[in-house]
């Protein structure tokens, strides 16, 4: 099945810096990758996603990237602000009847330092 | 999000004992998913079903089952709890078209203790 790994575990960034999140997946197969945030006490929450026929999507200060080749994308935030700590998934997904059934990572504790 | 309601939201139980964690949605949506967290691990997917009639185990299925009562109820059980199923339990859910299928909507959780 499909495995999914995610670097760092942990980051710790200065408010205004920015912040970088890696995951690697082992399916080719996958066609879809979101990411979820979860503050502390809180359930995840999907805040931004690409397909495979997408190389980078942009939302504001948040973006995401793939490289199908190389089968890995990431996740970059910029201008850093304290309400971006959380806990940062990755996931993939394959599509048919797969739809639905993501694997995840195993999370980023990002900090952001006022 | 009240859409997915999952009951109850924390319990302390001792080894062998029978729980059940609950799962209801008012979302109408066909899918729905039972996912463990625990730190360091991300989140794993327990079962899932995508209809009424439909349950599929996922990566940890061993040591619980499910129920889907109705399309808007899905519920997870431990037969007999064990300390390593300590955790926090999210309920997800999504619907069933090729734009929406992969995006899930998750419940608020449920902390099990198992001592």
């Known amino acids: 099945g499909e495995n999914v790994e995610q670097h760092p575990s942990t980051l710790s960034v200065q408010e205004g810096d920015s912040a970088v999140i890696k995951c690697t997946y082992s399916?080719?197969?996958?066609?879809?990758f979101p990411w979820y945030k979860q503050e502390l006490g809180k359930r995840p929450q999907l805040i931004i996603d690409?397909?495979?026929?997408?190389g980078e999507k942009k939302d504001q200060r948040i973006a995401v990237t793939l490289n199908k080749t190389a089968k890995h994308f990431s996740l970059h935030i910029t201008e850093t602000q304290p309400e971006d700590s959380a806990v940062y998934f990755c996931?993939?997904?394959?599509?048919?009847?797969?739809?639905?059934?993501?694997?995840f990572g195993q999370g980023t504790i990002l900090t952001v330092h006022p | 999000d009240a859409d997915v309601t999952q009951t109850p939201r924390n319990r302390i139980t001792k080894t062998g004992k029978r729980i059940m964690l609950e799962c209801s949605q008012t979302?109408?949506?066909?899918?729905m998913y039972w996912y463990r967290q625990d730190p360091g691990l991300g989140l794993r997917l327990i079962y899932y079903s995508f209809d009424v009639k439909d349950i599929n185990k996922g990566e940890i299925s061993d040591g619980y089952s499910v129920s889907r009562q109705a399309q808007a109820k899905f519920s997870l059980s431990l037969e007999s709890a064990i300390p390593n199923q300590t955790a926090l339990y999210f309920c997800a859910t999504s619907d069933s078209s090729v734009s929406g299928a992969n995006v899930l909507t998750f419940g608020a959780g449920s902390r099990l203790t198992v001592l």
């Open positions: 399916d080719s197969a996958s066609n879809y």
């Open positions: 690409i397909r495979s026929n997408v």
């Open positions: 996931a993939a997904s394959m599509g048919g009847t797969s739809y639905g059934k993501l694997t």
């Open positions: 979302k109408g949506h066909d899918r």
